[in-house]
């Protein structure tokens, strides 16, 4: 599932490439991918420029003007520039027909993404946004935040981690490096982390995203890029997907267990478990 860093780098491109463009038509294949009614999703996005694309978190912002297009990715979605001219293929569900003779298709195997139209001054008091955390690399998240939001919680680290409405943006990739880079086992409790523990989380939550993101994110088997953008950022992973090779702090055994029903990854002398 793309996380923060890799939403961020195709919103990056996309705003290269397609911001100045009118929409033309948009082809509804997959009805389920718009929350909305069709007929007035249509409506309020044929005709119009698009402004500029960003992101929020996991959320993709299309800038029309007075409205926004919000598109999550959810598992596997991927945007596809194509010419008109090219045969849809066969997971390609919304079509976007652009002025210049291209098309912005979105591309999804399991059909779990999702995206609608909200009024661009609204956006932020949306059901979806208005409950989301601070993005990880933001100068708001603080340890103190961080302590205050899982200090009284019997979860375990990472699935409060991987809750977004504490920290906007982190996917399983993430926080096994920043649990990692914290030294923090992945199974503790949130009410045993100290807030200096809270201050590493911090750090490593900025570090890593900063980093990552300036990598264009990082392609694995889960994610992978569509338009012409491979994040590199997998050179730099520490624990995640390195099960049974040596840790390169220490030297121990990269483990795998799961945490939440997620595969979790770490390394057992690193990140001694309380």
């Keep these: 599932m793309p996380e923060i860093a890799e939403v961020r780098t195709v919103a990056n491109t996309l705003n290269k490439r397609i911001v100045g463009k009118r929409i033309?038509?948009?082809?509804?294949?997959y009805?389920?991918?718009?929350?909305?009614?069709?007929?007035?999703f249509k409506s309020k996005v044929e005709?119009?420029?698009?402004?500029?694309?960003?992101?929020?978190?996991k959320y993709i912002f299309f800038v029309l003007g007075e409205y926004t297009i919000l598109s999550h990715l959810r598992m596997e979605g991927k945007y596809f520039i194509k010419s008109a001219d090219d045969k849809i293929e066969k997971h390609e569900h919304i079509v976007f027909h652009l002025d210049d003779g291209m098309t912005l298709r979105?591309?999804?195997?399991?059909?779990?993404?999702?995206?609608?139209?909200?009024?661009?001054?609204?956006?932020?008091?949306?059901?979806?946004?208005?409950?989301?955390?601070?993005?990880p690399d933001n100068k708001s998240l603080t340890k103190e935040y961080v302590y205050n939001e899982i200090h009284k919680k019997k979860k375990p680290i990472k699935a409060l981690l991987l809750d977004q409405t504490i920290i906007n943006g982190l996917g399983n990739i993430y926080t096994d490096e920043?649990?990692?880079a914290a030294n923090i086992h992945p199974e503790t409790l949130g009410?045993?982390?100290?807030?200096?523990?809270?201050?590493?989380?911090v750090d490593a939550c900025n570090r890593i995203i900063t980093k990552a993101t300036e990598s264009g994110g990082t392609t694995i088997r889960?994610?992978?890029?569509?338009?012409?953008?491979?994040?590199?950022?997998?050179?730099?992973?520490?624990?995640?997907?390195?099960?049974?090779?040596?840790?390169?702090?220490?030297?121990?055994?990269i483990e795998?267990?799961?945490?939440?029903?997620?595969?979790?990854?770490?390394?057992?002398?690193?990140?001694?478990?309380?």
């Design 24 to 29: 033309e038509r948009v082809d509804v294949i």
């Design 31 to 40: 009805k389920r991918i718009i929350e909305d009614d069709i007929e007035e």
């Design 47 to 57: 005709g119009q420029y698009i402004k500029s694309v960003s992101n929020y978190g």
């Design 106 to 135: 979105y591309h999804d195997t399991r059909k779990f993404g999702r995206m609608r139209v909200l009024k661009t001054d609204e956006l932020y008091k949306s059901e979806e946004l208005s409950k989301l955390g601070i993005e």
């Design 178 to 180: 920043v649990l990692f």
């Design 191 to 201: 009410s045993s982390v100290t807030l200096d523990e809270c201050e590493k989380i």
């Design 222 to 253: 889960s994610y992978t890029s569509s338009l012409g953008v491979y994040g590199s950022y997998q050179e730099f992973l520490m624990v995640h997907t390195k099960a049974k090779e040596k840790c390169k702090v220490c030297g121990s055994i």
């Design 256 to 274: 795998k267990i799961r945490v939440g029903g997620r595969g979790t990854y770490f390394c057992p002398k690193c990140q001694i478990k309380k």
